[in-house]
C-alpha cells in the first residue's frame, strides 16, 4: 500500500484487528465513514497556545539534554545536541506542533489513545518552503504516531523525497588552500550569509587600517551568500575545502533500541529513543552550511583546528554563534584559546530564535531593547553584552535617496511619468508559500483599499527563490507589482520607497532608520519586529489596517525624537569602528566595557550615549 501524498490523510476513530483506535487513513476513504474523523490539514489548522507549545519544546529539549546529549561527540569534544540544537529543535518544535494539534481536537481530547499510522509512509518529511538551500524538516502524521509508540515495521525513517535529494555542488572561487599555507592573522571571522558577511567585513576592514590582519572563512554554499573580496589589504578570504557540505552517512550511536524512557507532553508520551532516531536524519545528510551532516561537522572541525593552529588569531569573530557551524567554531576557538566575539546581524525577539542561547565571550547587540534578550540568553561564564548598534547600517547614511527612488520607478513604470504616485517595498522573508500569498493578499488588497496609486516592489530575501513571486505579478489591475533583483534586495531600494512593509525583516529598522515609514504585517498571534511597540512602526492585520495606515501618511508627522530608534538600534555611523575598538581592547588585556571612546560620525550627536559593555552576569 501507498499511502497518500502529502496532507491527504485523516485521523479516524476505526477498528484494527476487532479493536478500536485512532487510525491514519486516506482522505478518500475518510469521507465515506461515519465515525469521529478530521483530516490532516483540518487537524494543523486549528488554533493553539504557541506560549505553551514553546515551553513544551523547552521541555522536551531538556529531556533530550539529560537523556542523550552525550550519545554522539566530536574527536574535540562537542556533542551532537550542542552543535545540532537548532535544526533538532526545530524538528521537535513541528512535534510539539502536531501534538497541540490532537490535544485541541475534541475528539481526541475526549478519548485520548494510541494512533495506528499509515504503512509505508516516511517518518520525517519536508514542509513547503521558499528558502533556495534551507530544508524545512517536519514529522509526518505516520512519526507521530510512532513517536506515540505504534509499531512500524515498513515505514522508512526517510521517504523518496528526501532520499533522493540531489547532492549540494559548490565551486569555490579559489582553490581552498591548506592551513599551513594561511597568513598570521589578528582575527579569524566566519561568514556563511551575506548578512554575515556585510556585518562583519566593515569591522574587519576597519582593523586592517588601523594595521590588523583578518582571516574570513567563507562557508557559504549557496553562491550568493558567498562573502565577497575585501578591497582593503589585510582582509583575507579562505573557502573550505571542496566538497566539505556534501557529506552523508548513518550516525549509528544515534540509532538506539526502544527502552520505555518518555517525556511528556500534554496528554502525549514521546518515546525518547524514537525521538532520537528521528533526529538522526537531520545528521546524517548533507543540508549545506546551515544543516550540515554530523560527517561534515566532524571534518570541519579538523579542519577548523588546522586553520586556527596555523593563524594564530586573538579573536574569533562571528554573526551566529547558535547554528551548526557558529557553535562548533565557539567550540574550536575557546580550545584554542582565543577570545569569542558575536556581532548581532538581525532583530531579535523572544520568540524569533531558533535556541535562546549565545556561546560567545563578547556579545554585541543593537540596541538597548536586546540587552535583557542577550544577558538572559548568555552561556560563557565570563560574558559581556556591549550594546553598540550594526556595522552595516553605519553606510545607511550615504544612501542615495534619488537614485534608489529611479530604480523603483522604472521598475514599476513603462515610461517616465507613467508609474504609481507612490511606492511601497515590500521586504520579505523565506515563508511557505501559503504565508507568502496571505500577506501578498494583505498588503495588495490594502494598497488598492489605499487608492492614491499606489504601487508595490517585493524585495525578496537574500536566500528566497524568486519563483514563488510570479503568480503575483501576474495579478490584473492595480496595483502595479514588480519583483526587486535579489541582488539589490531591501535595502538597496527601501530609503526611495514611500513606505516598507514586512513581517520581521530586519530592513524594518533600516527603514526606521532613515526615515521611511514602516508597517508591519502579521496576525495578532504573529511575531513581528517589534517596532510597533516603539511608536516606530503600525502594525497591519488585515487589509483595512494596510489602508489606514497608507492613508495617515498623507498628513503631517510629527518628527522622530532619538530615543525610540536607540532602544531598536544605536546608529552613529561608527558601529564597526566601536566593534573593532572592543576587539583590540580585549585582546591588549584592557577593560572593555569602561574605556569606550567615541567619534562621532558627521552629523551626529555627540551628547547621546555611547555603546556600553555590561557584565551579563
Known amino acids: 500500500m501507498t499511502p497518500p501524498k502529502g496532507n491527504a490523510l485523516g485521523i479516524a476513530w476505526d477498528k484494527f484487528n476487532g479493536k478500536p483506535l485512532w487510525t491514519l487513513i486516506g482522505e478518500g476513504a475518510l469521507a465515506t465513514m461515519k465515525s469521529d474523523r478530521i483530516t490532516a490539514s483540518e487537524l494543523e489548522a486549528l488554533p493553539f497556545d504557541a506560549r505553551e507549545a514553546e515551553a513544551q519544546v523547552d521541555q522536551v529539549m531538556e529531556a533530550l539534554e539529560t537523556y542523550g546529549a552525550d550519545l554522539a561527540r566530536t574527536p574535540g569534544g562537542a556533542g551532537w545536541l550542542y552543535v545540532q540544537h537548532v535544526p533538532a529543535r526545530r524538528l521537535v518544535a513541528q512535534v510539539v506542533r502536531k501534538l497541540a494539534a490532537l490535544s485541541a481536537w475534541e475528539p481526541f481530547a475526549k478519548a485520548p489513545g494510541p494512533l495506528r499510522l499509515a504503512p509505508h509512509e516516511g517518518l520525517v518529511g519536508l514542509r513547503p518552503s521558499s528558502s533556495r538551500e534551507y530544508r524545512a524538516y517536519t514529522v509526518t502524521w505516520s512519526g507521530i504516531a510512532y513517536l506515540l509508540g505504534a509499531a512500524a515495521p515498513h515505514n522508512p525513517l526517510r521517504p523518496a523525497q528526501l532520499r533522493n535529494l540531489p547532492p549540494l555542488s559548490v565551486a569555490a572561487a579559489v582553490p581552498s588552500p591548506t592551513p599551513s ?26 582593523l586592517a587600517r588601523n594595521g590588523r590582519p583578518s582571516l574570513v572563512v567563507d562557508l557559504a554554499t549557496d553562491p550568493a551568500e558567498g562573502c565577497p573580496a575585501s578591497g582593503v589589504a589585510g582582509v583575507n578570504l579562505c573557502p573550505p575545502p571542496t566538497g566539505l557540505f556534501n557529506l552523508s552517512g548513518a550516525v549509528d550511536a544515534l540509532r538506539l533500541q526502544d527502552d520505555g524512557r518518555v517525556v511528556r507532553v500534554d496528554v502525549h508520551e514521546v518515546q525518547l529513543a524514537r525521538l532520537v532516531r528521528l533526529l538522526s536524519v537531520l545528521l ?20 577548523l583546528d588546522g586553520v ?12 551566529n554563534d547558535t547554528s551548526p557551524l557558529g557553535a562548533l567554531t565557539v567550540h574550536v576557538a575557546q580550545r584554542h584559546g582565543a577570545n569569542t566575539v558575536h556581532v548581532q546581524h538581525g532583530a531579535w525577539t523572544a520568540e524569533s530564535v531558533a535556541r535562546p542561547a549565545l556561546h560567545s565571550r563578547d556579545i554585541v547587540v543593537m540596541g538597548q531593547r536586546d540587552l535583557p534578550l542577550a544577558k538572559a540568553w548568555v552561556r560563557h561564564p565570563d560574558a559581556e553584552v556591549h550594546v553598540l548598534g550594526q556595522p552595516r547600517f553605519d553606510a545607511l547614511a550615504g544612501l542615495d535617496r534619488e ?5 523603483l520607478e522604472n521598475l514599476l513604470g513603462p515610461g517616465p511619468g507613467q508609474g ?29 483599499k489605499a487608492g492614491g496609486n499606489w504601487g508595490l516592489v517585493i524585495a525578496p530575501h537574500p536566500a528566497q527563490s524568486v519563483d514563488v ?31 516598507l512593509a514586512s513581517a520581521y525583516s530586519t530592513c524594518g529598522i533600516e527603514a ?5 515609514p514602516v508597517l508591519e504585517l502579521g496576525s495578532p498571534g504573529e511575531r513581528t519586529l517589534g517596532l510597533s511597540d516603539h511608536g516606530l512602526a503600525r502594525r497591519c492585520s488585515t487589509a483595512d489596517d494596510v489602508a489606514d495606515a497608507l492613508v495617515a501618511l498623507r498628513g503631517p508627522r510629527p518628527p522622530a ?25 580585549r585582546a591588549d588585556g584592557h577593560d572593555t566595557h569602561s574605556h569606550h571612546v567615541h567619534h562621532d560620525a558627521r552629523g551626529t550627536d555627540s551628547g547621546l550615549p555611547q555603546g556600553e559593555g555590561a557584565p551579563a552576569r
Open 308 to 319: 586556527l593552529a596555523a593563524a594564530r588569531p586573538h579573536t574569533v569573530l562571528v554573526s
Open 181 to 206: 599555507e594561511l597568513p598570521l592573522s589578528e582575527v579569524v571571522a566566519l561568514s556563511w550569509s551575506s548578512r554575515h558577511a556585510a556585518t562583519l567585513l566593515p569591522v574587519l576592514e576597519e
Open 420 to 448: 504609481p504616485a507612490r511606492i511601497a517595498v515590500w521586504a520579505c522573508q523565506p515563508f511557505g508559500p501559503d504565508r507568502l500569498k496571505a500577506q501578498a493578499d494583505l498588503l495588495l488588497d490594502g494598497l488598492w
Open 284 to 303: 546524517e545528510t548533507g543540508g549545506g552550511c546551515t544543516q550540515p551532516s554530523w560527517q561534515s561537522v566532524v571534518r570541519a572541525e579538523t579542519w
Open 469 to 499: 513571486f510570479a503568480p503575483l505579478i501576474e495579478r490584473d489591475g492595480r496595483p502595479l507589482v514588480a519583483v526587486a533583483d535579489p541582488r539589490v534586495g531591501a535595502r538597496g531600494c527601501l530609503a526611495g520607497a514611500d513606505a
Open 561 to 585: 525624537g532619538r530615543a525610540a530608534p536607540d532602544a531598536v538600534c544605536r546608529w552613529r555611523g561608527d558601529s564597526a569602528a566601536q566593534v573593532a575598538r572592543l576587539i583590540t581592547r
Open 403 to 407: 537614485a534608489q527612488r529611479r530604480y
Open 512 to 516: 526606521t532608520l532613515v526615515g521611511v
